[in-house]
């Protein structure tokens, strides 16, 4: 082997050789790996597509059998008006910081066993920052439900039903009409709508007629139908119906509805009051049956007022004075502000108004003042005042102001009402009015001590009775009128005294009459044979029970036998002064037991029949 030769096979590779081997492994890795990764892409898409797909399933089965079964009355899209985020318990509900309230669907099912609330919500959560490999941050949408007799103490049970939701396409719901829409957005930009529609089997046409006025009930017509329109006959008997819709005044005043409604035929009446003007819908449900109506309430009449209504004042004097419109007895706007009318006033002759009535109100303007300066000066004679004024402008109730003018007068008074026509032993009421000189003095009010003189004894000794407070001879006041229960014993013509200390005196005119007292027959027969005789005469004792006469007036006397025999005499009199009548022969029955009622009743008043019943033999 010669020298090249072997030289030549020591030799290794050239460097062209490595460079070129170099590039063609290059080359060769750069192609393993672009496949490598489009298979892993390739991999992630199919992942994606195959979660977007299960989701849309399963979102879209809940979803649909959610919206199917929700009261559309008590939908909330967002956060939810009350209650928890979910509607469930709060220990089992997510607090309202974590996360987004998308949409909240709550019913009620009624069975034999008793009634069921239900609710769904749907709420998003996204993670703060994106995993790896970096993409749209990974967000999720979670149904949570629960049931149960109350929700606030049902737990609810959570679970996703969409996944890898974007950030910036949140999820969104909108209702339209009876339906509700649900639109979700993908990480990788795959979109999806799901739409529902409420169930509609059965409902009710409300209708109402006229014009109802704010405060003033009036009547709402509701007719159940079938889900094809038809009367539905069989809906009969009291039913409990939920009605939603009217706000509350701007007083403050809620809508007042029903407890329960009676149904006949599928027809009912329903009286409903509400309170604040304007156009609602009034919505009337009962389970899944529902209807509505739109209701248009026109505000009460405003009250006008004077201003000031001046209290109890003196004579001859001018007060400065407007008349005022503002809001009806509920808070609703004056409808009418707008339009000018003027004011009739009348202050039944007492007084003048400057500048004479009529006043102008004009239009957007709450009083008469801004027309011209007014005033209203109280008359010179002392005494009532009662000042009115109506609007030409139909909507307004009139304005009242009442009150008393005082001037130089006597000192102060009682005046005590006249009492005729008292009966000793009996009380009776007086009725005591303090006067300040004038007229009645409203501040003469609570208890005062009141002395009563006049009445005396009765002929018996007893001794007139009057208040006995606490304390004794207490009479309360009410703006200077108070009532007095006394009681009188002797038969008399009197003046009764009233004072307080010695300023302040009062007097009245009091008749007393004697107490009843019962008649007598002289004689009233054991039993006695048939057609006997008796000579009677009918007695009046000669005084009452107190010892006051009673003889003063003669009187005439019936008698009667109630056709059980008869009396020579049918009436006999008992003259004045006298205390015994004429007599009478009363002749018995023919016939053995006879039962008879011998009466003797007396033309006066003041006296208890005479009566002796007995029976023959």
């Known amino acids: 082997m010669s020298f090249l030769e072997r030289r030549r096979q020591e030799d290794g590779f050239t460097l062209l050789e490595l460079l070129i081997a170099t590039m063609l492994a290059g080359i060769l890795l750069l192609g393993i790996t672009s496949g490598f990764i ?6 992630r898409g199919v992942q994606d597509r195959f979660l977007e797909s299960q989701d849309a399933q399963l979102i879209s089965t809940a979803f649909t059998a959610d919206v199917q079964s929700a009261d559309p009355f008590r939908l909330a899209v967002g956060d939810p008006p009350s209650g928890t985020t979910t509607g469930c318990s709060s220990a089992s509900s997510p607090a309202s910081g974590l996360g987004s309230n998308i949409l909240r669907l709550q019913w009620t099912e009624t069975a034999s066993s008793g009634t069921t609330n239900f609710s769904a919500a749907y709420r998003t959560t ?18 949570y439900f629960c049931s149960g007799a109350d929700l606030a103490n049902a737990t609810a049970s959570p679970r996703v039903v969409a996944h890898d939701l974007s950030a910036s396409s949140a999820p969104s719901a909108v209702q339209l009409a009876d339906v509700v829409k649900l639109t979700l957005v993908s990480g990788s930009g795959y979109s999806y709508s799901l739409a529902a529609n409420f169930r509609t089997p059965s409902g009710f046409i409300v209708t ?13 017509n509701l007719l159940a139908v079938k889900a094809d329109g038809s009367t539905d006959t069989s809906y009969s008997g009291t039913k409990i119906l939920r009605f939603i819709g009217p706000d509350t005044s701007p007083g403050g005043n809620d809508p007042i509805y029903p407890a329960s409604v009676s149904f006949g035929s599928g027809a009912g009446t329903a009286s409903v009051k509400l309170f604040k003007s304007g156009t609602s819908s009034l919505f009337v449900t009962e389970g899944t049956r529902q209807g509505s109506a739109s209701v248009t309430i026109a505000a009460a009449d405003v009250p006008l007022n004077f201003s000031p209504c001046p209290p109890a004042t003196t004579t001859n004097t001018s007060t400065a004075m407007k008349v005022v ?8 706007p004056d409808p009418n502000i707008g339009v000018a009318t003027s004011i009739t006033l009348s202050a039944g002759g007492a007084g003048a108004f400057s500048p004479a009535s009529p ?14 300066p007014s005033s209203y000066t109280t008359p010179i004679p002392p005494g009532s005042v009662i000042l009115t004024a109506s609007a030409s402008t139909a909507g307004y109730s009139p304005a009242n102001c009442s009150f008393t003018t005082t001037g130089a007068g006597g000192p102060p008074s009682f005046v005590v009402s006249p009492i005729p026509g008292q009966v000793a032993g009996t009380a009776f009421n007086v009725i005591i009015t303090a ?14 001590t009141i002395t009563f003189t006049g009445p005396t004894n009765a002929p018996n000794g007893n001794v007139p009775a009057y208040p006995l407070g606490p304390p004794a001879g207490t009479v ?34 009091v008749t007393v009459s004697a107490a009843t007292v019962p008649l007598m ?27 006051n006469p009673t003889s003063t007036f003669a009187t005439d006397v019936t008698l009667s036998s109630g056709s059980k025999g008869s009396f020579s005499r049918a009436q006999v009199t008992i003259p004045a002064g006298g205390t015994t009548s004429g007599p009478s022969t009363y002749t018995n029955p023919s016939g053995n037991n006879q039962n008879v009622p011998l009466t003797g009743q007396s033309a006066s008043s003041g006296y208890v029949d005479a009566s002796c019943p007995f029976t023959t033999t």
């Open 208 to 220: 109402y007629s006229g014009s109802p006025v704010a405060g003033i009930a009036f009547n709402v």
């Open 325 to 332: 419109r503002a809001e009806d007895p509920f808070g609703n």
């Open 435 to 448: 006067s300040n000189g004038v007229t009645r003095d409203m501040t003469y009010t609570g208890n005062h």
């Open 476 to 509: 309360n006041f009410n703006s200077g009128v108070g009532t007095a229960s006394i009681t009188l014993f002797r038969a008399e013509v009197v003046t009764l005294s009233v004072a307080e200390g010695v300023t302040r005196t009062g007097t009245a005119s």
């Open 359 to 372: 006043w102008p109100l004009a239009a957007n303007s709450t009083d008469s003042s801004a027309a011209s």
């Open 521 to 547: 027959f002289s004689v009233c027969p054991p039993n006695v044979p048939s057609k006997a005789t008796t000579v009677e005469t009918v007695i009046r004792p000669a005084t009452d029970t107190y010892g």
């Open 126 to 143: 996204f993670l703060p920052s994106p995993p790896a490999p970096a993409r749209t941050p990974d967000g999720t949408l979670t149904r």
């Open 38 to 43: 489009v298979a892993l892409r390739s991999t």
